[in-house]
């Protein structure tokens, strides 16, 4: 069964750091692209970055380059989000997800408030 557990959220203020993790459990993680997705309060799914299966390519959402920096650790089967200067606009629940064309699976997420 595939699992993906996300931790790290909290609260911050303007300008703040925070780290979010993803253990992926039940599949070949190596094998697969991941993505880190958001939803703001009251809004939709939106895309925030991907990392390819080995971590060689990147991509991100405009709203977040130069700020976020995703990574991943294949032995730990781990997945990062590393973000810096935070701004309220950041302000939702963060998930990681396995992008494929098997679908789209998602776990828990995150909940990140950036507020003063």
């Known amino acids: 069964e595939v699992q993906l557990q996300a931790s790290g959220g909290g609260l911050v203020q303007p300008g703040g750091s925070l780290r979010l993790s993803c253990v992926a459990t039940?599949?070949?993680?190596?094998?697969?692209?991941m993505t880190w997705l958001r939803q703001a309060p009251g809004k939709g799914l939106d895309y925030v970055a991907t990392?390819?299966?080995?971590?060689?390519?990147?991509t991100y959402v405009d709203s977040v380059k130069g700020r976020f920096t995703i990574s991943r650790d294949n032995a730990l089967k781990t997945m990062y989000l590393d973000m810096n200067n935070l701004k309220p606009e950041d302000t939702a629940m963060y998930y990681c997800a396995r992008v494929s064309t098997e679908g789209i699976r998602r776990g828990q997420g995150t909940l990140v408030t950036v507020s003063s």
């Open positions: 990392i390819d299966d080995d971590g060689d390519r990147t």
């Open positions: 039940g599949f070949a993680f190596s094998s697969y692209a």
